[in-house]
Each structure stands twice: as structure tokens, then as C-alpha cells.
């Protein structure tokens, strides 16, 4: 697929079928988010892969957006790594950097014919409890992953953008001559 045609036609999918995703596919959708950039290199993002009868069962008591998807990522940071990843500003990196990370694994996914939507409502510590997550990784969201049911669309509000007028500003910066 062509990049714009995965970025114009990429969507929100609420909605998935029964069909399992390959495991060629999961690894290819791994490795995209394995590749992102994340700052200084520090690689802080912490995948779970979440399928399967009592994982998915544990899955639904921790999130109501779970969709039915018969795959579904943990998205986390490690914050013992992040915190050691400041810059001059002293800013922490790690939600960024796994945020550039799910963006990656979600372009990735529906290049492979796969729909996705970034879900951040859940109980993070059922979640934490349920799948052993480590205090010192902070959950970021959770991937719902899978091939869209046929009745699946995109939300009414799915195209309604603002204008670049809106969201993009320009300033120029004349250097004065003495």
C-alpha cells in the first residue's frame, strides 16, 4: 500500500471478526514498532501480546473497549529506563517514544489489511494484576488488533478535520542588519 493510502484510509475499527491474525503479520507489526525512533535510542516501550482463551477472558474484566479482537498489544515504558532519558529540558521521553511506537504498529497493521484503534480506557491496575505487569512499566494503552468485521466503518466523525489554517502557525524571523 501506498503511504497515503494508508494514512487517508486508516480508521478507528470498533469492530472485528472471528478471523485470527497470522503470526507473520503479528511479526511484522512487531518489528514496525521495534524499528521507531525513540529518544537518545533508549528503546523504553514494553510490548504485551495478549491472545488467546483465559488471557482474553482476563483482557475483558480490565477494559470494556475491547472490541472482540482476537489480538490485543500492552502498550508500556519502562520508567527505570525513561528516567534516565532526559535532555536538557529534563523532560521524560518514555510516553512519547511508546506513543511513536503504537503509531508505527498501527500504520503497520492496517498496511497488512488488519484494523486497530488506540484504546485508553482500562483498569490499569487489574491489568497490572492480571498479566504481571512490573510497578516501574507504565502502561501506555491497549491495541485491539484483527481483520475488521464486514460491517465495520469508520465513525461519523472520522473525517471531520479542522483546516491546516487551524492547527498550523508560521513565523518568520527576520534577522535585523546594523
Known amino acids: ?3 497515503n493510502d494508508i ?3 486508516r480508521y478507528s475499527v470498533r469492530k472485528f471478526s472471528d478471523r ?3 503470526k ?25 501480546v495478549i491472545q488467546g482463551g483465559d488471557a482474553f477472558e482476563k483482557m475483558k474484566l480490565c477494559t470494556p473497549c475491547h472490541f472482540n479482537a482476537p489480538l490485543l498489544l500492552l502498550v508500556c515504558y519502562d520508567q527505570s529506563v525513561e528516567n534516565n532519558n532526559h535532555y536538557g529540558d529534563k523532560r521524560p521521553y518514555g510516553q512519547v517514544d511508546a506513543s511513536i511506537v503504537l503509531t508505527h504498529m498501527m500504520l503497520e497493521a492496517h498496511n497488512l489489511g488488519l ?3 488506540w484504546v485508553g480506557l482500562f ?6 494484576e492480571n498479566f504481571n505487569i512490573p510497578a516501574h512499566y507504565e502502561i501506555l494503552s491497549l491495541m485491539p488488533i484483527g481483520y475488521p468485521a ?8 472520522h ?7 487551524h492547527t498550523v502557525f508560521y513565523r518568520s524571523f527576520k534577522k535585523e542588519i546594523n
Open 150 to 157: 464486514p460491517e465495520a466503518e469508520p465513525s461519523s466523525m
Open 7 to 9: 494514512i487517508y484510509t
Open 123 to 128: 483498569n490499569p491496575d487489574l491489568l497490572r
Open 24 to 48: 507473520n503479520k503479528l511479526n511484522k507489526i512487531l518489528e514496525a514498532g521495534r524499528i521507531a525512533p525513540t529518544a537518545g535510542n533508549r528503546q523504553p516501550q514494553r510490548i504485551v
Open 20 to 22: 485470527p491474525v497470522e
Open 115 to 117: 484494523g486497530t484503534v
Open 1 to 3: 500500500m501506498d503511504y
Open 159 to 165: 473525517n471531520q478535520k479542522f483546516d491546516l489554517t
